[in-house]
């Protein structure tokens, strides 16, 4: 679920502007996971230009607060939101931790990082929602580790069934700056993709796993 429609408006356009999103239909990109894909999104580019990287600052803190209440704790998921997620604790005043993909293997072995007592509420940041694995497995961890999660909050999703199940399933409520839906139409406003392009690319979000693939 979108915060409201004008910040996902503002935010799609951003993230095109810089190349954070890129929409190329008729040369479809690879993911790691092997899925063709007629989008690339690496929120990441946002942390090098500084208006940007604090608009989404400024709007993830505002919609926290006004969604969640000011949490203890902002929780970052490793490795791409902790710069986002570091920048919103800070405007906040609170507390950041982050969250591993799994426990070190030496040390203490840790998969929170940083200090969370028992019982302290968080608010997760996350920089983008596919299917939704990796960003849950880092609930379940802050949970272990003894944390109220009240949410998750990230960038963009691509609001794939299998992650809006994902989500319902494991009980957490997911905010978004901006979402596929809205992306695609703004895309088509500003020109960035035709109309024909648009069909497409909404094909593809109906079963990303065999878009593309020959049979």
Not at 181 to 187: I, K, P, R, S, V
Request: aromatic residues 10%.
């Amino acid at each position: 679920m979108i915060f409201n429609k004008d910040t996902a408006k503002k935010t799609s356009e951003l993230l095109l502007q810089i190349n954070a999103i890129k929409l190329n239909p008729k040369n479809p990109f690879t993911w790691a996971s092997g899925w063709k894909s007629p989008i690339y999104c690496d929120n990441r580019i946002t942390l090098s230009f500084p208006p940007i990287r604090n608009y989404i600052r400024e709007e993830f803190s505002k919609n926290i607060e006004k969604q969640y209440g000011k949490p203890d704790v902002i929780a970052g998921v490793a490795t791409g939101a902790i710069g986002i997620g570091m920048l919103v604790a800070e405007y906040m005043g609170l507390p950041f931790v982050y969250v591993r993909p799994e426990p070190k293997k030496h040390g203490r072995q840790n998969q929170v990082e940083g200090f969370l007592q028992k019982g302290q509420s968080v608010v997760v940041v996350e920089d983008l929602i596919s299917t939704g694995g990796s960003s849950l497995l880092a609930v379940e961890a802050l949970k272990a580790a003894g944390a109220n999660v009240k949410g998750m909050v990230a960038i963009f999703t691509y609001g794939f069934d299998v992650s809006v199940q994902n989500f319902k399933n494991a009980n957490v409520e997911l905010h978004t700056l901006s979402n596929y839906d809205n992306l695609l139409e703004l895309a088509v406003s500003k020109k960035y993709i035709t109309e024909e392009e648009q069909h497409t690319l909404q094909e593809w979000r109906v079963s990303p796993s065999t878009w593309g693939v020959e049979v």
